[in-house]
């Protein structure tokens, strides 16, 4: 199902900041090589991010799903001077080029790649989170939401990717293992009072969540 508007997406690119070159050319080539081009987060989406971090300043930040790291270098940009992004990945595929663009960037030193599932790996950190993207297996969310939050700071942020799953959470009947456990994410969220939520209509829908 097409979301937004094409000529809508092209206007607000056209009218969003430039990305750098190297996440440029994360992009030119996820689009030209990669067979799962579509679950890179784009210009827009990734200046978002980036602006978004920029804003609140993080000193620890969590991504659940790194595909090859494009997301993570613009999440980066708003790490304070001593900060670090802990990034999980699963394919070590995707991990190697990931690790080869942090390197490029010169953000080694701030970024640590894990790769492995990252269910099990999230309970073997010792951080207080300040910013977690979820942006991974779908089916996973709810329980990459509860297992982050008690980690997340008081006032800390916590963003979800995907949550429209390319429209189908719209259909009267859902269908399809992905598009039900994100309708069964987004309907925990709303039912949460811990947090303070809004639901984005950027790219495949983002939930900007806040912890009381």
Not at 2 to 23: C, G, H, R, V
Not at 151 to 157: E, I, N, R, T, V
Not at 179 to 202: G, P, S, W, Y
Request: with cysteine; charged share 25%; glycine share 6%.
């Amino acid at each position: 199902m097409e979301l937004i508007n094409p000529k809508a997406e092209q206007y607000a690119k056209q009218y969003t900041s430039a990305l750098d070159e190297l996440l440029e050319e994360i992009e030119n080539y996820t689009i030209a090589n990669h067979p799962h081009a579509h679950m890179l987060s784009g210009h827009v989406q990734g200046k978002m991010l980036e602006l978004f971090s920029k804003m609140i300043a993080p000193k620890r930040i969590l991504e659940i799903g790194t595909f090859i790291g494009f997301s993570a270098l613009c999440l980066a940009k708003g790490l304070q001077a001593d900060g670090k992004l802990i990034t999980l990945e699963l394919r070590e595929e995707d991990a190697a080029t990931a690790k080869q663009y942090f390197a490029k960037a010169g953000m080694g030193p701030k970024i640590e790649l894990l790769i492995g599932d990252a269910l099990q790996i999230i309970q073997t950190l010792r951080e207080k989170w300040d910013l977690v993207f979820i942006d991974a297996d779908k089916v996973n969310y709810i329980n990459y939401y509860e297992l982050t939050l008690p980690s997340l700071k008081s006032g800390g942020w916590i963003l979800a990717d995907n949550v429209f799953f390319h429209g189908d959470v719209l259909q009267e009947n859902i269908q399809g293992k992905n598009a039900k456990a994100i309708q069964a994410f987004n309907e925990h969220i709303k039912n949460d009072d811990r947090i303070e939520r809004v639901m984005l209509t950027i790219r495949d829908g983002l939930f900007l969540i806040q912890k009381k």
